[in-house]
């Protein structure tokens, strides 16, 4: 009975303990995998404004233009998040503040070092440079701004635009799905050997009592046996008497 107690616990625990894990992996990967769905959907359906999850863009940061010793500075490979900025948003825009801006086919994220305005006394266009540039991109339009930067992860640009690829998602979500399987079904088959050889052992236990039990009946009825000439011997005595 105890043994069954035991037994019962401890498929508790390994129950709490699988759960526990999935639990874990559904809050991690399911919003990374909301995420990235997201981006790629919103990418391929409008390729004139970088992908954004509630009005914020994260891009990674393919060149060194920006590695400055500023505090805001951030290197090559680096995943920033630029916050998308509508007409309004950008007549707020001041100096020092580090923008993103379409030119061509690709994003360039410098900091702003002049202000342009028009007749009217409105923001028209902004001069930017690369902290690490000795050069200035000269005037880019206001309409070409697409936002300003808030904030960067260092080293984490490269592994941003692997997670939205094909083979990223099949990677950061399928192996972790896979790993729990694998371990899923490890401690099942670890709980059936173990419930195996508990039976095994329990089996061998009562053929042992059993056979304890055999012993000990045999050696009663030898010494019954023993016992009866004894006795018989006794009486006749008393007879020849």
């Known amino acids: 009975m ?7 616990k401890r498929r508790t625990k390994g129950d709490i303990v699988s759960l526990v894990i999935l639990i874990v992996l559904a809050v991690i990967l399911i919003p990374v995998f909301a995420v990235n769905l997201t981006l790629i959907i919103k990418g391929s359906l409008n390729k004139d404004v970088p992908p ?15 590695d ?10 680096s995943l920033i998040f630029v916050r998308i900025l509508d007409e ?15 030119s061509g086919e690709t994003y360039v994220t410098h900091r702003i070092t002049a202000l342009n305005t028009n007749d009217a006394g409105a923001l ?16 880019v339009l206001l309409e070409d701004v697409l936002g300003v930067c808030t904030g960067h992860i260092a080293g984490l640009g490269s592994f941003a635009e692997f997670l939205q690829t094909t083979e990223g998602i099949l990677v950061v979500v399928g192996v972790p799905v896979v790993l729990y399987i694998a371990y899923d079904v490890t401690r099942i088959m670890l709980n059936n050997r173990r419930l195996k ?12 009592e059993k056979d304890a039990e055999i012993r000990r009946l045999r050696a009663m009825l030898e010494q019954k046996g023993e016992e009866a000439p004894a006795e018989s011997d006794a009486e006749e005595g008393e007879t020849k008497k």
Not at 2 to 8: H, L
Not at 198 to 208: C, H, I, T, V, Y
């Open 124 to 139: 028209a266009s902004v001069t930017t440079q690369g902290d690490a540039n000795d050069w200035t991109d000269g005037a």
């Open 68 to 77: 400055g010793d500023r505090e805001d500075s951030f290197p090559q490979g």
């Open 2 to 8: 105890e043994q069954q107690q035991e037994e019962k």
């Open 88 to 102: 309004e948003g950008k007549q707020q825009l001041a100096v020092g503040d580090i923008v993103t801006y379409r």
């Open 197 to 208: 050889l508990q039976a095994a052992a329990a089996e061998a236990e009562e053929e042992s």
């Open 52 to 66: 954004d999850v509630f009005g914020i863009a994260p891009l990674a940061v393919v060149s060194p233009s920006m």
